[in-house]
Nanobody
Framework: QVQLVESGGGLVQAGGSLRLSCAASGSIFSINSMGWYRQAPGKQRDLVAVIANGGSTNYADSVKGRFTISRDNAKHTVYLQMNSLKPEDTAVYYC???????????????WGQGTQVTVSS
C-alpha cells in the first residue's frame, strides 16, 4: 500500500503565501506524475498543477504565475508554493500520485486525505 500525507494548509489573508507538501510512503517502486487538485464546497475536484517524473509541469490557467509545483524524487515528495493567494483559492487541496509498486503491474492513482486552504479577503 501507498500513503500520501499532506501538510501546510491553513488560513491566510488575500495576497499572502502558503506552501503545501505531500510525502508518499509505502510500497513504492517509482512515481510517474505527482500533482495537486482542489475542491471548493459544492464544486467538482479540479486540477491545480501536475509535475512529471522528469520535471515538466502543467498548471490550471487560474493559478499560472502565482503557484509553483516542484518535487523531490529522492524523498517522494511534491510541493506547491502558492503566492498572491485570492479568496477564490479557498478549497480543500488534495495530493495525487501515479505510483508503480513493482516492475510488473501498471501504475495506480493514490490520493491524500486533503488539507484545507482558506484565504480571507
Amino acid at each position: 500500500q501507498v500513503q500520501l500525507v499532506e501538510s501546510g494548509g491553513g488560513l491566510v489573508q488575500a495576497g499572502g503565501s502558503l506552501r503545501l507538501s505531500c510525502a508518499a510512503s509505502g510500497s513504492i517502486f517509482s512515481i510517474n506524475s505527482m500533482g495537486w487538485y482542489r475542491q471548493a464546497p459544492g464544486k467538482q475536484r479540479d486540477l491545480v498543477a501536475v509535475i512529471a517524473n522528469g520535471g515538466s509541469t502543467n498548471y490550471a490557467d487560474s493559478v499560472k504565475g502565482r503557484f509553483t509545483i516542484s518535487r523531490d524524487n529522492a524523498k517522494h515528495t511534491v510541493y506547491l508554493q502558492m503566492n498572491s493567494l485570492k479568496p477564490e483559492d479557498t478549497a480543500v487541496y488534495y495530493c495525487n500520485a501515479d505510483v508503480f509498486t513493482d516492475r510488473v503491474y501498471p501504475p495506480r492513482d493514490y490520493w491524500g486525505q486533503g488539507t484545507q486552504v482558506t484565504v480571507s479577503s
